[in-house]
């Protein structure tokens, strides 16, 4: 089950550096499709690239900040907060969030 929604407090410091994360990895995504490479590219390489590259990188990051032996326990943790990070992104995008899976 995706955890609810809760409200950004850009006071508390995992806020604050999620924000901060989040608009990186928008600047560099921006970078990417404004590449030629990118843009000559079929769309559907353009997503499958765009996505694997985002996620390795974005959970290589993760990986490799985390203390050594700790790496089942994260990766229990994207599985299990997958949705509530997919609702995130499009609740910051101003459309509709999916809710749960079924």
Same mark, same amino acid.
């Given at each position: 089950? $995706?955890?609810?929604? #809760?409200?950004?407090?850009?006071?508390?410091? $995992?806020?604050?550096?999620?924000?901060? #994360?989040?608009?990186?990895?928008?600047?560099?995504?921006?970078?990417?499709?404004? #590449?030629?490479?990118?843009?000559? $590219?079929?769309?559907?390489? *353009?997503?499958?690239?765009?996505?694997?590259?985002?996620?390795?990188? #974005?959970?290589?990051?993760?990986?490799?900040?985390?203390?050594?032996?700790?790496?089942?326990?994260?990766?229990?943790?994207?599985?299990?907060?997958?949705?509530?990070?997919?609702?995130?992104?499009?609740?910051?995008?101003?459309?509709?969030?999916?809710?749960?899976? *079924?």
């Amino acid at each position: 089950m $995706a955890k609810k929604l #809760a409200a950004f407090d850009p006071t508390a410091d $995992a806020d604050a550096v999620a924000d901060l #994360a989040r608009i990186e990895v928008g600047n560099a995504a921006l970078r990417v499709v404004n #590449a030629m490479r990118y843009r000559k $590219a079929n769309p559907r390489d *353009q997503f499958e690239g765009l996505m694997n590259g985002l996620m390795v990188g #974005a959970l290589g990051c993760i990986a490799v900040t985390a203390m050594p032996g700790t790496e089942a326990e994260i990766r229990a943790i994207v599985l299990k907060n997958l949705p509530f990070y997919f609702d995130r992104a499009l609740e910051i995008a101003g459309r509709p969030t999916l809710g749960e899976i *079924q």
